[in-house]
């Protein structure tokens, strides 16, 4: 019966929502021009508690070029790790990305490396989007010493300090309150800067997230909360879930803007309205309304709570590689033979990554004492009976 409501539900995810260095055989047959141009998003913003961005988004063929290779290196990286997880060289739990890809590139597109950013366990394209290494993101994947967390955090915890990118959390909504107090920690300093704190429609019925937003708009904090809405939290959809998912209204004082989050430009331009706000004004929420092709995680076939149709639907009509690449070709920067080049140099790219990964070592067994109180304190490990002393933790 879920089924058949949802098959009548379908056609809604088909409609819009209400920089890596280029190799020098392909740079050459591209446009690398700077020179501002403007687009206009395939769909207008839903405000609440505030004025709408303009549609029309000022980019250039640059720009628009690395968001292809970008969210190609992302689509690819996940794939991989889908074949990965099926070798059984991953373990554990595993979200994959793919589908969502425009998300990471408008953001990074719109902020700087010292505006923080916090997300959940789907966090795998936002390491990449922050400049993160792909044999990093592999090695940490397989659980190896290489790895952006040295092999001890797994797919759920990624982690880039110097990136201002504080992971990667395993608890749905655990990192809804944490990125509240990295933008307290930045309006304390004076800092100039905001923390986007990503959260899916799954935890957006936390407790936690309306605690955190009271405080964050009672002090002003610069924290704009993403509610990245691929429609399903787990298994089941927002329509069984949430009786009100318009979730960018959710704040109620608090504006909040709903976006295409399948259309990258739109994502650059809601998160550059949104930074903007947020260091004048306080919190705001952006709704990005997108889809993911996997299933919640590698144990979920994702086709029992949703048909097929729905997810070849959504890759036809909104896919966010596939429009990205019909602008470069519709403006005439780059040619259909030179995107097709540029995807095998990725997927060369990532295969060279994941054969680097495996030659990483396995962390030596001392690593599962450390990182888990101030070091030289001098804690002590015993054994199950109290008296032998297993070992002093670094």
């Known amino acids: 019966m879920a089924l058949s409501r949802l098959s009548l539900r379908s056609n809604a995810f088909l409609k819009p929502a209400t920089t890596t260095a280029l190799p020098s055989s392909i740079r050459r047959h591209v446009s690398t021009d700077t020179t501002p141009i403007t687009i206009e998003t395939a769909a207008p913003f839903t405000a609440h508690q505030c004025d709408a961005p303009s549609r029309s988004v000022e980019t250039s063929s640059s720009e628009i070029l690395s968001f292809f290779r970008d969210m190609a290196r992302m689509r690819r990286m996940e794939i991989a790790a889908d074949s990965l997880y099926k070798a059984k060289l991953i373990r554990g739990f595993c979200h994959l990305y793919d589908g969502q890809e425009a998300l990471a590139v408008g953001m990074e597109a719109a902020i700087t490396k010292k505006d923080a950013i ?6 795998h394209c936002t390491f990449l989007g922050r400049g993160g290494e792909l044999v990093d993101a592999f090695s940490e994947l397989m659980g190896r010493k290489r790895g952006c967390s040295n092999g001890k955090g797994g797919s759920m915890h990624f982690y880039k300090k ?16 944490l990125g509240c107090g990295l933008a307290f920690a930045q309006k304390y300093s004076k800092e100039e800067f905001v923390t986007f704190v990503l959260y899916g429609d799954g935890a957006a019925n936390q407790g936690q997230l309306f605690e955190a937003l009271n405080i964050a708009a009672l002090w002003d904090l610069p924290a704009i909360l993403v509610c990245e809405n691929n429609h399903y939290g787990m298994g089941t959809a927002t329509w069984r879930s949430a009786k009100s998912p318009a979730y960018f209204k959710r704040g109620d004082y608090v504006p909040g803007l709903k976006v295409d989050g399948m259309d990258a430009l739109a994502v650059k331009q809601a998160c550059k309205f949104a930074k ?10 952006l709704e990005m309304d997108t889809y993911r092709y996997h299933g919640h995680s590698m144990s979920d076939p994702g086709s029992t709570y949703r048909t097929r149709d729905e997810i070849s639907g959504v890759r036809q009509v909104r896919d966010p590689i596939e429009r990205v690449r019909k602008l470069l070709l519709s403006h005439d920067i780059a040619t259909e033979k030179v995107l097709k080049d540029m995807e095998k140099e990725v997927r060369k790219e990532v295969d060279d990554a994941v054969a680097q990964a495996k030659e990483s070592p396995i962390p030596e ?11 030289d304190c001098g804690v002590e490990s015993f054994g199950a009976d109290r008296k032998e002393v297993k070992v002093t933790l670094p």
């Open 118 to 123: 916090i997300t959940s366990y789907r966090d």
């Open 162 to 177: 110097d990136a201002s990118f504080y992971g990667g959390h395993g608890i749905v909504g655990a990192q809804i309150p």
């Open 276 to 285: 903007e706000h947020a260091l004048k004004n306080g919190p705001i929420i």
């Open 365 to 375: 067994a001392s690593e599962l004492f450390t990182n888990m109180y101030v070091k």
